[in-house]
């Protein structure tokens, strides 16, 4: 089966009438990053070369991650290492000047009238909708999603340490993570202890973790958790080869890159390696289960509503996600073997601590039976497991949450 080679997203036609799109077609030091391209019939033309992604996946339809501020200038968010910064480019030479801000997250950019408009958050502040003037880069505050954190909630928080790590079974590998140390100023451990640590697994599997105010962590971590969130091979926003790395390697690779991170994190004295647990939803839920069952790394997990089949997902998708395990494991069915041995259905008898699991009885995506067959299997047992079923609650939307990526 024949794939796409290129990358092509966020078509806009300038005020002049040319049109331009975000494409990875073009190298820049040795990768290829998705940058901005103008179109012409019989011609492509790359704008900027940066070692910057200047779009996300388009997840949902109708999402914009720049626009034009004249005819020569746009208003730009690029993503580098996991967080989001705001750019305006000329569109002539391709020079990019960079936006003084305070956010780390940057989405839903729309450009009119002498303002730029785009919910826009940091690890430390929640997001809300901000209008900023072109020509003083003045900031206001138009709606907030969140009220402001009190005092001593914003004590608490604090923005993540990034790590490269080495993975793979040689260390041949490396990986990318965000790692959040414990963080409560009232308190202090007793002296030598070190915390347990909670893996948070993003979706997608090809998203990416997340760069804004996520409060689930500072739960953890205020508590004497530390926490890290692995942006995985695979992950978006970190050049064309991070991200096809995972093509033929869902349930391994990303599997190795959370492992070298727990490693790398207790190589270092950071954690305790004999209290880590390990939480994701959807394939980040298939990423917790594959560490509960083949590897011993995890103390107990928590799975939302997790898949535990691969060859379900091979088999039944929509247009937007069409081929896409074909893609992230192997063709199907002439890799059925390999998606059985990287379901957790077909080897639950390999775990041995205790998991969690979150469902929804109507969830079309990840059918209740892939949680049940886990739950009974751990129940023949006599493993220590506990599970919630929400009865009517699908927990999806119209466009399926584990992702469609880039190709």
């Not at 993503?79 to 801000?101: K, V, Y």
């Not at 695979?234 to 790395?245: D, I």
């Not at 775990?351 to 979150?358: A, C, E, Q, T």
């Not at 049940?372 to 079923?389: C, K, N, P, T, Y």
Request: proline share 7%; charged share 20%; aromatic share 10%.
């Amino acid at each position: 089966m024949r794939f796409s080679d290129e990358v092509i997203c966020a078509p806009l036609w300038s005020p002049d009438g040319r049109l331009y799109a975000v494409s990875d077609r073009s190298t820049s030091a040795g990768d290829r990053w998705a940058n901005f391209h103008r179109f012409a019939p019989e011609q492509v033309t790359p704008v900027t070369s940066a070692e910057a992604e200047y779009a996300a996946p388009p997840w949902r339809l109708g999402g914009a991650s720049y626009g034009f501020a004249s005819e020569r200038d746009t208003i730009a968010a690029a993503t580098r290492a996991g967080t989001w910064s705001l750019e305006r480019i000329d569109i002539e030479t391709g020079r990019a000047t960079p936006i003084e801000t305070p956010f780390t997250s940057i989405r839903h950019l729309h450009v009119s009238q002498g303002a730029a408009v785009f919910e826009a958050g940091s690890f430390v502040s929640p997001a809300a909708l901000y209008r900023m003037g072109l020509a003083t880069g003045a900031l206001t505050s138009v709606r907030e999603k969140a009220p402001q954190p009190a005092p001593e909630v914003a004590a608490c928080l604090a923005a993540p340490e990034p790590m490269t790590i080495p993975s793979g079974a040689q260390a041949e590998a490396e990986a990318h993570a965000f790692f959040y140390a414990t963080s409560n100023p009232e308190f202090d451990a007793p002296e030598g202890e070190k915390p347990p640590l909670v893996i948070m697994i993003h979706g997608g599997p090809t998203a990416a973790a997340g760069a804004g105010l996520n409060l689930t962590i500072p739960f953890f971590t205020l508590r004497g958790f530390a926490v890290v969130d692995p942006n995985y091979r695979g992950s978006t926003g970190f050049g064309r080869a991070y991200r096809r790395a995972m093509y033929g390697g869902w349930g391994k690779v990303d599997v190795e890159d959370c492992v070298g991170a727990v490693q790398a994190l207790v190589s270092s004295g950071r954690v305790d390696p004999y209290r880590v647990v390990s939480r994701g939803g959807s394939s980040g839920g298939y990423t917790t289960l594959a560490l509960a069952t083949f590897t011993d790394l995890l103390s107990a997990a928590a799975s939302y509503y997790g898949i535990s089949n691969l060859e379900m997902i091979a088999r039944i998708t929509d247009k937007l996600e069409a081929q896409y395990a074909a893609l992230l494991v192997g063709p199907y069915p002439v890799a059925s073997k390999l998606f059985r041995a990287r379901s957790l259905l077909f080897h639950a008898a390999r775990v041995d601590g205790p998991i969690i699991f979150f469902q929804g009885t109507e969830d079309p995506v990840v059918p209740p039976e892939q949680a049940r067959v886990m739950i009974d299997e751990m129940a023949s047992r006599q493993l220590l497991h506990a599970f919630g079923f929400y009865h009517g609650e699908s927990g999806r939307r119209v466009w399926s949450p584990w992702g469609t990526g880039f190709r």
